[in-house]
């Protein structure tokens, strides 16, 4: 029987080349030089061929995964740079309820500027810090009274507003009659209004040094607010479908209505 032909070994062996030659076309060039491929173009060393092209697909392969590894670590960064950044924006940024009532809007303003008129010798702050106190009326109606709050420790009492929001520099403290299990904490209250009170900045850190000095006694450290009560007159609105239907001015020292207007 004729001898197999041993002329195929070293096509396998120009394969292999050929096949490492797909990576790159210096790994080609390096392969058909060399002479541990075919020393002697009769014979060849697969094993140690199929080893060259195991080791560069290895070194692919872990190329591969350690840019895997860079990819995925910058994306968690990515992500918790931005989270943070959103947090922080949470926590800086300090929201309030806007008023979308054009009316009672304007009946506010006019409420301070009617107070402001009987009393030109106070300091205008006072007439610009007031409440508004929310109840539900008959069939349905929204009843609101318009009132000064006053500057000092009345003011940081119990029950405390849900929320002070801002018509321009006049601040507004919203209270519902009906419901007293919500409250805004003190702390809040100062950051709201220390804008436009700067001394209720230096009064808190008093208030708060009271509270640690004497724990029990609540008044004692409330009145680190300094006081200044109005008792002059107050307004109560009455709307019925975001209209005006009935307003009357009553004497905050009698609490006897002076005036009352019905609108159409």
């Known amino acids: 029987m004729p001898d197999s032909p041993k002329t195929a070994l070293p096509i396998a062996g120009t394969e292999c080349a050929r096949c490492i030659g797909r990576f790159g076309g210096r790994f080609a060039n390096r392969s058909a030089a060399r002479p541990s491929f075919v020393p002697d173009g009769t014979k060849s060393s697969p094993d140690k061929c199929c080893n060259y092209r ?131 904490p003190i702390e809040d209250m100062v950051k709201k209004l220390e804008p436009g009170y700067p001394s209720f900045g230096p009064e808190y850190k008093e208030y708060l040094n009271r509270r640690v000095q004497y724990p029990d006694d609540k008044f004692y450290a409330l009145c680190a607010f300094d006081a200044d009560i109005w008792d002059g007159d107050y307004w109560i609105l009455k709307f019925s479908n975001n209209k005006l239907i009935q307003k009357t001015i009553v004497s905050g020292t009698t609490g006897k209505p002076i005036n009352s207007i019905t609108y159409n």
């Open 54 to 184: 195991y080791y560069s697909l290895n070194l692919v392969k872990q190329a591969t995964c350690r840019m895997k590894k860079l990819l995925f670590i910058l994306l968690i960064g990515l992500f918790l740079f931005m989270g943070c950044g959103r947090k922080a924006d949470k926590i800086n940024v300090q929201s309030s309820p806007e008023l979308v009532n054009p009316v009672l809007k304007e009946c506010i303003i006019d409420y301070v500027g009617s107070c402001m008129q009987g009393a030109n010798d106070c300091d205008n702050k006072i007439f610009k810090l007031m409440t508004i106190k929310y109840t539900e009326g008959e069939t349905g109606s929204q009843v609101y009274t318009l009132d000064l709050a006053g500057l000092g420790f009345l003011f940081f009492m119990e029950p405390r507003p849900l929320f002070i929001t801002n018509i321009e520099d006049i601040y507004i403290a919203f209270y519902n009659q009906n419901n007293t299990d919500f409250q805004m």
